[in-house]
């Protein structure tokens, strides 16, 4: 019930177009879900967040939607640029808990 | 402001020794968690710290220990190593007590030969 589900695992996308990273839970516990982004050798970067009293929250060229029913939460990255090649974490956590359960990353490519 | 550092940044020790890592939150945070991150397991919950106290613990032997000072600093220990242990070990810190927003530092790559 701690899971989180992340898919695809690997994801390439022209330059300009719509890359969309899919993730879901288990655990109706879960109140909080970010999404983190990391290049190699860093440390994973908070990207955008999102509650569940809310359907969808835009940041810049980031998106995330949430379905609450469905217990699904995407990230939608628009106008992809190579900039944007890294990898991508879904999480999740619930009220008052710091700790974080993770998806198994998406490995994101840019072709230019 | 500057963001959370973790030393070393690299680190390589040999099966059977021990090694402590060490992390400093943001200016200003109080909690600090600890997230092992490997290939095969991906990013996985170790422990987070409060005013000096452990609030919660992953699912890792007892071999993994940690720590939290006065300053908010914090340190992990790992006895006995093993091969497995290798991974990146990521120190995240958040302002208060079970604050869902973390800020990732850039980790220690420990290698175990």
């Known amino acids: 019930q701690q899971q989180v589900k992340q898919s695809p695992q690997s994801l390439i996308v022209q330059k300009g177009g719509i890359s969309i990273i899919n993730c879901a839970y288990e655990n109706t516990a879960f109140d909080y879900f970010p999404w983190y982004q990391q290049f190699p050798g860093k440390g994973p970067a908070l990207l955008i967040a999102i509650r569940p009293d809310v359907s969808e929250k835009k940041e810049g060229r980031f998106t995330i939607s949430f379905n609450k029913s469905a217990k699904q939460f995407s990230l939608h990255i628009m106008d992809s640029q190579p900039g944007d090649s890294a990898t991508y974490f879904c999480?999740?956590?619930?009220?008052?808990?710091?700790?974080?359960?993770f998806g198994q990353g998406t490995r994101l490519t840019i072709n230019p | 402001k500057a963001g959370v550092t973790q030393t070393p940044r690299y680190l390589i020790k040999t099966r059977g020794q021990q090694v402590t890592l060490s992390c400093s939150p943001i200016s200003g945070h109080r909690s600090v968690s600890w997230y092992q991150q490997t290939p095969g397991q991906g990013l996985q919950f170790l422990f987070e710290y409060f005013s000096e106290t452990q609030r919660n613990k992953g699912n890792f032997p007892g071999r993994f220990s940690g720590r939290q000072f006065s300053n908010s600093r914090s340190e992990m220990n790992v006895s006995t190593l093993e091969l497995g242990d290798s991974a990146l070990y990521l120190c995240?810190?958040?302002?208060?007590?079970?604050?869902?927003?973390?800020?990732f530092g850039p980790g220690t790559r420990l290698t175990v030969l």
């Open positions: 995240a810190s958040g302002r208060l007590a079970g604050s869902n927003e973390q800020f």
């Open positions: 999480a999740a956590s619930g009220q008052g808990a710091q700790k974080l359960v």
